[in-house]
C-alpha cells in the first residue's frame, strides 16, 4: 500500500477503534472497570490505560516533537511486559489499582488521541504508520481480553450480573457434522506481505501436509454434554498425562462457565446466566479437554498448518458479519464458522516459524518471547472484532486456560 | 442495667453509630469500596453489608415477626465466619463481588435500619437487648477494621490514594520516657459483669503479679527509627525464631508503611503520603517486631495482665477525646495514651480466661473458636471508636500480622 | 551439688547415655538411618552426629586445649539452629546426606567421645560441666526424636516396617476414669535451682491456681474411638478454627499412625503394625484434636501451671520404670501415668516464666528463640529416657504436629 | 527379522542388560540407593525394581503360566505411571521406602530373571517378543536414569561423593567450530519399520526442509563461560518469558552442577568434584539456556527434523564407542559426536507424528500421554547405553529440566 494510502487510512480508522474501547466500558460501574478476577485476567481500566500508553510510549514519546507525558508514574503502572522499557507494575496486582479512576483513564485516552491526531494530521515515515497500525491492532486484541476479562469476573459472582443484561443469544440449528476433504500437498502458510500482520505470522513459508479432513463446523455444545455424560470427564485414558493431572485437581467437570441447575446446563455469558444452547459451539475449554474429545471422538485437533491452508480460501466469510458476542449455531455448506464463533484449538505448539527472526527493538517483545510452553489457537471469536481476524492469525495460549471463548473443530488424517 | 433503660440506651445510640459506617465510605469511589487489598482485610463494602447481616441473621429473623429478607443470597455472601449459621463466600473472593454495588449495600442497610427501628420500638427481651448491643459493638469492631484495609489498599497504590487529603497529622511532643511502677500482687481482671463486654473478657478472675514497671507511653517513630538505624532488623539473636522467619522471607527493614525518600522516612496515612513523625507513636508493626524492639532495648512486652491491672484506673482517659485517625504523640504525667492512638501487643497469647465458656447459639463463634495462634493486643488505636474501648478490652492478631495500627509499650520486672 | 561430685556423676553417666543412641539405631539399615521422613522429622544418623557436634562445638572446642576437628564441613552440615555459630545446611534437606555414612557417623561419634573422656578426666569448672550436662539431656531429647522420627519414617512405608518386629505391647487395664481434684491458691512452679532444668524452666514463680480437678489418667484409644463414632472429627463446633481447617485440608480422620481394617483399627507402632489397644493412652494426636476431644467431652485442657502443681508430689514414680517404647493402659490411685505414656497436651502457650532471661552464649538459642507458635506439652512418654524426665519439664511444639507420642489428659474448673 | 532370530536375540541379550543394571548400583551404599534427590529423579533401588516390574506386569503374568507374583505390594510400590494397570505409590514419596532393601530387590531382580529365562526358553509370540524387546529398551533408559539420579543427589552433597572415584575424565581437544551445511528438501524421518522403535518415533513420515546448516560439534564448556561472562544469564532480551522468569526464580547463574572455586570453575561429574573441562561439550542445561545460548550466538536450535535429517547417514558412528560416563571434547570430521556426549534440545515440542496412533494396552501409556510441555532432545549421552542410541529416537523433557546430560548444537538456515 502506498504511504499516503495507509496514513489516510489510519486517520479514518484510528479514533472509531478507540473509540470502541470505551464503548465497551459504558455498562461497567467503577468497580467492575478495576477488580482483576485471576492473575490472567486484566481489570478493563487497565486494558484502557494500556492501550493508551503503548500508543504513548513506542508513537508518540519518539515520534510527537513536545509531546507531554499525561503523568509520570503511567508508564510504570501500564506496561504489561516489555523489559526495554523500563519496570512496572505487578501483573497480579493490577487490581489493586482503584487509582486512577476510570474517568481518569479516560481523560489520559483522550489526551492520547488528541496527541495522535495531531500526529496523525502530519507527515509520518512508514516506520511510525507502521507502529500506529500495530497499535490498533494491539487495541483491538485488548478489546477482547478486556471482554473475556469481564466476563471471567462476572462469572466468578453468584450474582450472575451481565454485561448486558438484554444481549440477545443467537439461535438457529447447527450443520450436520461432515467431513470436508482437504488435499495434502505443498502449501504456503504465513503472511504474504500484504495486509497486516503480527510478527509471528512470518515468514510466509511452504509446509508439507498429507491429506487430511476438517469438521465442517465446530463442536457443539450438544456434542460436548454428550462426552460429559459417557464420562468423558472421569476417563484417564483420553487425555494427556498433563491434562488429567490439571483436570483432577482443578475439579473440571464441564466447560468453565457451566453450572448444572437440575436437569439442565446453564452458562454465565455477557448476557448473566442463561441457559445453554446444544446448537450452539462450546466454548471456554482448555486445549488439554479439547484433546480428550477428539480422542474420545477417534480423531484429533487439526494442525495449524492444516487449519490455515483450509481457512485460507474462506476469508469472504470474515468480513460483513455482526459479532454476537455469544457463539452462534454454525450452519450452511463447506467450511463454516471459521473465524466468527470460537477461536479453535489447534495441535500446534507455538514456535518460531522457519525464519522467523524477532524484530528490533522494545516490539521485538510482541510475540517472539512467548514461543514456549502456549498452544496455538486459529480463526477467531464472536468477541473478536471482525477487522482484526484473518486467516494467518495466530493465538496462542497455555494448554489449561479456559477464560477465553475457546473451542474446538475435529480433523483426521486420510 | 435496667431493661427498660438498656432498650432506651440502645434506641438512641443505634442510628449514630450505624450511620458512622456510612460515613466512613464517603469519600470512596465504587472500586475503592469493593476491592480487597489483602486475604486478611476486607472490601469497604463488605463490611458494610457485613455489620447489617449479622443484624439481620441473629436479631431480625429470630425476632421480628414478618422481617422479610432483603435478598435470598446475601445470607450467603456476607456471612464471615459463622459455621452454624451455613454455607459463604469465600474469605479470599470478597473482592471479587463488584455486585451488588455500594448504593444496593447502602439500600440493604436501610432495610435492616428500619426493621430495627420498628423493633426496638417494641418490647425486647433482655437476651435480643444484648444481642443489639452485641451488635453495635460489632459495627464498630469493622468500623475500625474498614479504615485499617482502606488505609491496606491505598498504601499498595503508587499513586499514594488519601482517605481525606485535608486530614492534619497530630502534632506535639512525646512526653520523655520514663518507667511507671506498679505493685505486685494479686489483682483482678476481666469484665465485672457492669458495662458491655465480649464473651472472651469474661469470666473476671485474680491474678498474681510480681511488681513491674510501665513506659509511660508507647514506643515513639523517632526510636524505631534508632533500632533500625541499629541494625534491629539485621540481628537474628534479637528476634524469636518464627519472626526472624517472617522478616527474611518478607523482607521486613521498616514498619509496614513507611518508605524512604532520600534521608527521610514516609508512611502512609489516611491522609496520603506523609513525613514520619519522631513524635508520634510507632504503627504498623508485628507482634515479632515489637518483641525484637523489646529486647534491642534489654526489656520486653507487659502481660495482659499487667497492662489491664494498671490501666484500670485510667479509664478516665478514654471518654471524650476526639480520634485523630493518626496516632498522635503522647504527652502528659503517669501513664499516657493507653486507649487512643495504637493498640499495644502483649506477651500474652491469646487463651481462654479460667473459667471461660462459649456461650451458646451462633454468637458463641465470636470469640473462642480463635483461641490459638494469636497474640494479645490491649488499649485502641486512633481508628478505634472512643465508646467502644475499656480496659478489660482483648485484641488479638497473628503474630506477623503488620496491617493494623499496632504498637507497643516496653515493660519489665522489678 | 559440689562440683567434684557433678564432674564424677558426668563422669559415670556420659558414656552410658551415649550409647544408648548408637543401640538405638542398631536396628537400622544405612537407608534407615539417611531418610528424612517430612521436614519436622530429621534421620537417625542426623540425630547421631548433631548430638555429636553440640559436645564438639560447645564443649571440647572452646575447653579441650589442642583438640582435632573431626571433619571441617561437619559443623556446617550437623549445626541444627544456631546462628551464633554459622551457616548450615538447610533443615529440610538432612535426607539428602547419604555421605557420611553410618559407619562415618559412629566414628565421628567415638572421636568425640573419646575427648570427651579425656575432658572429664581434667579438672572442669562449673560452667564447663553445666554445658556438659545440658548436652547429656540434649542427647536424651534426641533419643526420643530419633525414635519418634523412625516411625515416623516407618508410618508412611506400605510394607509397615518395625523398628523391631518382637517388641511386646504393654498390655493390661486402664483405671475407670475419674476426677482427681486439687486445691487451688498460690502454688509454686519451675525449677528450684536443684537438679538439671532447662532454662525455659526458670525462674521458679509464684501462680495463682482456681480449685480444679484433673482426669486420673491420659484419654484412652477406647475414647477415642467413641469420639470419632460420634462425628467428632466432622463437628466444627467442637473445634479451634485454626484446628478445624488444618483438619480439613490434611484430612484428619483418626490418630495419624491409625488405619482401618473391616471393623477394626490398627496403628503403626515400632513393633509395627498392630491392633489398637483400646486400654492404652491415644498417642499421635494434635493439640487441636486434643483440646476438640475435651470439649466433646464438656471439660478441657488442662494449663502447664495447673499440671506440674498437680505432679510436683508424683515424682517417685518415674524413677524406676523400664520404658515399654509403646504408651501401656494406665491403671493404679490417683494421678497415674504422668511421665510415662505420652506427653499430654496443655491449654499453655509456650511463653517465657516471668523474670525468664535468655541464657549469654550460643546455647541461649537453646529454647528462648521458640516461645511462640507453640502450645507446652507435660509429663514424658514412653520413649522419653526416664532419667530425662521431671515434673518441671516443658515441651511444646506447634499445635498441629501429630508425629510424638502426644495425648491428652482432661482437666476441669471445681 | 524372523521371529525365531529376533527370539535368539533376546535370549542373548536379555541378562547381559539386565546384569548391567546391577552393575550400576555397586558402588552405592543402601541409602545411596533408598533416597530420591527430588521428585523428577528416582531412587537407585526404585529403578532396579521397576524395570523388573515392567517384565512381571507386561510380560510375565500375561505370558507365563503358573508366574508367581513376588510380592502382593510391589505392584502399587513400583508402578510408575500406567493408570491402566492400576493404582501406585505418589511418585514424590518414592525416597521413603527404605524397604523393600536392596539385597530385596535384587532378589526380586533374580526372580523375574528366572522367570524371564523359562519363558525365553518357549515358544514365545511376536507379540511377546515384542513387549520383552520393549521391556529392554526400557531398562536400559533406565540405566541412564539411575546414573543420572544419582549424580542429582550426590551433586546436592556438600561432601561431594563419587560414584567412582577413580572415574577418568575425557580429555582432548574439540574441533573448532564450524557449519556442516545440509540440503533441504523433503525427507523422510521416523522409524522405517527396521529395528527396534518406541511408539513415538511413527510413522515414518515425510517432511519439508529449507536448506540449513548445524554446527560440526556441540557448544563447549568454554563457549559457555563466554556466554557467562558476556552476561548471559543477565540479559532478559535473549531469553523467552517462561525462561527469564525461570532463570529468576531459580536463581539460575551457570549450569546446573557447577559450582565456582576462586576463578576456576568446578563441575560434580560422576567422579566427583573436577575442573570444568572447556574442551568438553556443556551438559546440564535447560532448553531454556540452550535457547538463550543460540540467540546470544546469534543462531538457534535445530528442529528434531533437520537434525534426524543430517544424523541418518552418521549412525556407524554410534556403535562400537565405550561410554565415558562423561561428556568428551568432540573432534573430527564433519558432524561430530551426534550420539556420544550429551542430548541436544532441539526447537521442536514433543508432539505426535503425523499419523502417529497410540499402541492398544496398557503400553499405551508409554510415551503419547506424555506428548505437551515438553522439548524434545535427540542423539544421546555418555551415560546412554550405545546399543540404546539411534537415528530416529526421540528423547523428551520439559523445558526447564536441569539434571540430564543435555546440551546443545547451534543450527541456522541458509
Known amino acids: 500500500m502506498a504511504l499516503d ?16 474501547s470505551a464503548w465497551l466500558v459504558e455498562p461497567l460501574n467503577e468497580a467492575d472497570a478495576a477488580v482483576q478476577s485471576t492473575p490472567d485476567a486484566s481489570p478493563a481500566k487497565w486494558h484502557l490505560a494500556h492501550t493508551s500508553w503503548f500508543f504513548e510510549t513506542f508513537v508518540l514519546i519518539p515520534n510527537l516533537p513536545g509531546y507531554c507525558h499525561f503523568h509520570p508514574l503511567f508508564g510504570y ?60 491492532h494491539h487495541e483491538q486484541q485488548h478489546q477482547e ?80 454434554i454428550d462426552f460429559m455424560a459417557d464420562g468423558g470427564y472421569r476417563t484417564a485414558s483420553l487425555w494427556l498425562a498433563d491434562g488429567w493431572t490439571a483436570s483432577i485437581s482443578e475439579g473440571w467437570q464441564c466447560p468453565a462457565y457451566w453450572q ?44 495449524e498448518a492444516e487449519w490455515e491452508s483450509a481457512a485460507a480460501s474462506q476469508t469472504q466469510q470474515i468480513t460483513n458479519d455482526d459479532r454476537t458476542l455469544a457463539p452462534k449455531p454454525q450452519s450452511g455448506e463447506g467450511l463454516t464458522g471459521l473465524f466468527t464463533d470460537v477461536w479453535e484449538w489447534t495441535a500446534s505448539s507455538f514456535r518460531p516459524y522457519p525464519g522467523f527472526h524477532i524484530p528490533p527493538g ?27 481476524t484473518r486467516a494467518t492469525y495466530r493465538n496462542f495460549f497455555q494448554p489449561e486456560k479456559r477464560w477465553q471463548f475457546s473451542g474446538l473443530r475435529l480433523a483426521r488424517t486420510l
Open 260 to 303: 448444572r441447575q437440575g436437569d439442565d446446563w446453564y452458562e454465565m455469558t455477557l448476557g448473566g446466566l442463561r441457559l445453554v444452547n446444544r446448537e450452539a459451539p462450546v466454548s471456554q475449554v482448555s486445549f488439554y479437554e479439547a484433546d480428550a474429545f477428539a480422542a474420545w471422538r477417534g480423531a484429533r485437533l487439526p494442525t
Open 145 to 224: 481480553l478486556l471482554l473475556t476479562d469481564i466476563l471471567s469476573l462476572f462469572a466468578r459472582n453468584p450474582l450472575c450480573p451481565a454485561w448486558h443484561k438484554e444481549l440477545a443469544m443467537p439461535a438457529g440449528k447447527a450443520a450436520a457434522f461432515c467431513w470436508v476433504e482437504c488435499a495434502g500437498g505443498i502449501a504456503e502458510i504465513g503472511n504474504d506481505g500484504k495486509g497486516f500482520a503480527f510478527d509471528c505470522e512470518t515468514p510466509r513459508h511452504r509446509v508439507l501436509l498429507q491429506d487430511y479432513a476438517l469438521a465442517n463446523r465446530a463442536v457443539t455444545c450438544g456434542e460436548w
Open 77 to 136: 503502572l501500564f506496561n504489561s511486559y516489555y523489559d526495554a522499557v523500563g519496570a512496572r507494575w505487578t501483573r497480579s496486582q493490577r487490581g489493586l489499582l482503584t487509582r486512577p479512576t476510570l474517568e481518569e483513564v479516560l481523560v489520559y485516552r483522550r489526551h492520547v488521541d488528541n496527541a495522535m491526531a495531531e500526529l496523525l494530521a502530519s507527515d509520518v515515515s512508514r516506520e511510525v504508520a507502521a507502529l500506529i497500525l500495530l497499535g490498533l
Open 5 to 20: 494510502d495507509l496514513t489516510e487510512r489510519l486517520a479514518t480508522r484510528f479514533q472509531p477503534i478507540r473509540d470502541r
Open 362 to 388: 522494545a516490539v521485538g517483545e510482541y510475540n517472539g518471547k512467548f514461543m514456549s510452553g502456549q498452544m496455538v489457537m486459529r480463526g477467531g471469536s464472536c468477541v473478536t472484532p471482525s477487522s482484526h
